[in-house]
């Protein structure tokens, strides 16, 4: 439909369309709460203080802000002059080294620290605070 937004998220499990349930929010704003809906599947995510859930409540860590705090630059390549990040991100995706004008969602991902590998592919990158 001429004017609509593009969906930009897919459930990886099946590549299908995420669909927005009813939004509670500002319109045409930013989504405090709703859910997604996988239209092949059916698989749901919640979206919670503006933020989608794509993990279980369980499988969140609740430890990580004192790893933040006390281990905050041991994870950037950069700073350990190290590959590490870099190897696992393209082990773990498959992903091409050159991603020109693709969009990423990096959600969840410690200080970020795949941000730079990502945008140095050509990705945009978009990031879930």
Not at 99 to 121: H, K, P, S, V
Request: glycine letters at 6%; one cysteine or more.
């Amino acid at each position: 439909m001429a004017g609509e937004s593009p969906n930009l998220f897919v459930y990886p499990s099946c590549s299908a369309e995420l669909r927005l349930s009813a939004q509670h929010g500002s319109p045409n704003g930013p989504i405090r709460e709703s859910q997604m809906e996988c239209a092949a599947c059916g698989a749901k995510f919640p979206i919670l203080n503006w933020l989608p859930r794509f993990v279980p409540a369980e499988d969140y860590a609740y430890s990580f802000g004192f790893q933040w705090t006390r281990y905050d630059k041991q994870q950037l390549d950069t700073f350990m002059k190290i590959d590490r990040s870099r190897e696992r991100l393209f082990a773990s995706t498959q992903w091409p080294v050159c991603m020109q004008d693709q969009l990423i969602l990096e959600a969840g991902c410690c200080m970020w620290r795949f941000t730079q590998i990502a945008l140095e592919t050509g990705a945009d990158v978009f990031h879930s605070i």
